[in-house]
């Protein structure tokens, strides 16, 4: 197994996932516009995606944005999705990802890894606090849906 940071060839395994990603939050299965969307990441390089693949399957990714802390003046990263493929859970590939994408922001020259997860998702839960990562106690998150 390995993982590594995926590249414009990596554009149709990481949109199978990138799908199943959307539909394990209840999105419509939508394999053409998923595509789209991570073609566009990779090719503006507007994210950073880790992917894993086992004997050339593709069984896990993850997606981190930049953005910045103004108070610290340094970059930070949203770790923005992290899926594991059903059949390939419970192997330890979350907590790889996790390693990985600190790994990157430290080299990176971070402050910071956010991330936010369903309140339901006591699993993923589990893993983040594992692995050092806080529930948020200091701000409330809000936002603003411009679909609405």
């Known amino acids: 197994m390995e993982i590594y940071q995926a590249t414009i060839e990596d554009l149709e395994g990481v949109s199978n996932l990138f ?3 959307r539909m394990f939050y209840e ?9 789209g969307y ?4 990779l090719e503006n390089e507007d994210s950073v995606i880790f992917v ?3 004997n050339q399957k593709y069984i896990g990714f993850t997606q981190l944005y930049p953005t910045f802390s103004s108070i610290s ?25 996790l390693h990985k994408v600190k790994d990157f922001a430290i080299k990176t020259g971070a402050k910071s890894i956010s991330l936010s997860t369903a309140p339901d998702n006591f699993s993923a839960q589990r893993l983040y606090e594992k692995n050092g990562y806080e529930r ?5 998150q809000y936002e603003l849906d411009l679909n609405k």
Request: proline share 2%.
């Open 73 to 97: 003046m340094k970059n930070a990263w949203i770790l923005n999705d992290l899926f594991i493929d059903p059949e390939a859970r419970k192997q330890g590939i979350g907590e790889m990802f």
């Open 52 to 54: 894993a693949k086992n």
């Open 136 to 140: 948020d106690s200091q701000f409330y």
């Open 19 to 21: 799908n199943g990603y």
């Open 38 to 41: 991570i073609k566009e990441r």
């Open 27 to 35: 999105q419509t299965s939508d394999l053409e516009g998923a595509i």
